[in-house]
Nanobody
Framework: QVQLVESGGGSVPAGGALRLSCGVS????????MGWFRQTPGKEREVVAR???????TYADSVKGRFTISKDSAKLTLYLQMNALKPEDTAMYYC???????????????????WGQGTQVTVAS
């Protein structure tokens, strides 16, 4: 059973930066598609960024050029570097893992079987 634990959220002013981390346990590698999602009250959970086992990345248009997803396979950790944060980035951020090596087969939240508990990111205007 894969377990995911996020950390690194917090409150920052607009234009600031944060790095989220997601530790993976219950598995000895991260050779599967992983992603970062976010959700605000009353809205559906939306994909922010995804990374396949081969390192291929995809991003939501709203975060391209500002956010970077990466992973450290040796540390079993997924990261999301968020720069130039905007108030509209305020949300609960979740990491997730899918049962596929390529994120081509996991474009939406319901494709992901494992989820962390979430970490809050608040960007003040």
């Amino acid at each position: 059973q894969v377990q995911l634990v996020e950390s690194g959220g917090g409150s920052v002013p607009a234009g600031g930066a944060l790095r989220l981390s997601c530790g993976v346990s219950g598995y000895n590698n991260i050779r599967f598609c992983m992603g970062w999602f976010r959700q605000t009250p009353g809205k559906e959970r939306e994909v922010v960024a995804r990374i396949s086992s081969d390192g291929t990345t995809t991003y939501a248009d709203s975060v391209k050029g500002r956010f970077t997803i990466s992973k450290d396979s040796a540390k079993l950790t997924l990261y999301l570097q968020m720069n130039a944060l905007k108030p509209e980035d305020t949300a609960m951020y979740y990491c997730a893992a899918a049962g596929f090596s390529s994120c081509r087969y996991a474009p939406i939240a319901t494709d992901y079987a494992y989820w962390g508990q979430g970490t809050q990111v608040t960007v003040a205007s």
